[in-house]
């Protein structure tokens, strides 16, 4: 029986994890085995489920973010017919090829991640497996400023945007981040995002990594954009009103949708 990848993606607080547990749920009553696993990255909730922003939550494996190949013998071991996977783009580069090695062997792998991170920039290994997926769903969450639809999300510093060579990665949820359309994305004045998009990323040394030197890619907290390469030229600036000397953007976490901005991590 041929395997089947799905890939369900956005910005923060578009209801990514919502619609990934409701598939699984669906699976379960169907009577299938399904395994449900998230990197060990994301604690925001609790350690052991994945849990979107509204509070809906499901018992998960823990999987280390560094080795994804871990997951072959999780889902071997439990049998699984489904298997479902949160916030992937935490995960190391080989996450791809375990997932095409799950799809090979007959199963149904449903991926939930964050298709851009914070500076609108490609996240980690989403690109690819959008692109060898049999179904990929994109979902928009609402704008907090304008309430027009959000494909963005953007970081903030202490309620000021964040700048493009910020580290990747920072776990946090509404305190941190909201869900923005591109007329009111920002980005504080910082590296040339198409630079830091254009250039190879830094070795990561987990949470709280040091920004990359001047020149390279911003260093994540224990995700690795390594082997990702993306075409320079990097998202043109938009104009986004008075106040702002910068619009570009930024992605962050997944989850349920909120209207005032809810996700967790780029």
Not at 201 to 214: D, E, V, W
């Amino acid at each position: 029986m041929a395997g089947y990848l799905e890939v369900i993606t956005g910005g923060m607080f578009s209801g990514k994890t919502e619609e990934l547990l409701r598939r699984v749920q669906r699976a379960r009553i169907a009577r299938r085995q399904v395994l449900l696993c998230k990197p060990d990255l994301d604690h925001r909730y609790r350690r052991d489920a994945v849990a979107s922003h509204d509070g809906r939550d499901l018992q998960a494996a823990v999987v280390p973010a560094g080795r994804p190949e871990e997951l072959l013998a999780l889902a071997r071991a439990a049998r699984a017919d489904v298997v479902g996977i949160d916030e992937a783009q935490f995960f190391a580069p080989g996450i791809v090829p375990t997932v095409l090695e799950l799809v090979a062997e007959g199963r149904r792998v449903i991926v939930s991640g964050l298709d851009m991170d914070f500076a609108r920039r490609p996240f980690g290994p989403m690109p690819e497996l959008m692109a060898v997926a049999d179904e990929v769903v994109k979902l928009k969450a609402i704008c907090v400023v304008c309430g027009e639809p959000a494909t963005f999300t953007q970081r903030l510093i202490g309620g000021r945007p964040a700048a493009p060579d910020d580290p990747v990665i920072l776990i946090g949820g509404q305190e941190s981040y909201e869900p923005r359309c591109r007329r009111h994305h920002q980005l504080a004045p910082g590296e040339n995002p198409a630079r830091a998009q254009a250039a190879p990323a830094a070795p990561l040394a987990g949470p709280g990594a040091a920004r990359a030197a001047a020149g390279t890619a911003p260093a994540g907290a224990g995700a690795s954009l390594a082997g990702s390469a993306w075409p320079a030229g990097g998202p043109a600036a938009d104009p986004a009103g008075p106040s702002s000397p910068r619009t570009l953007g930024t992605p962050a976490g997944e989850g349920g949708s909120a209207p005032a901005g809810e996700e967790a991590s780029p």
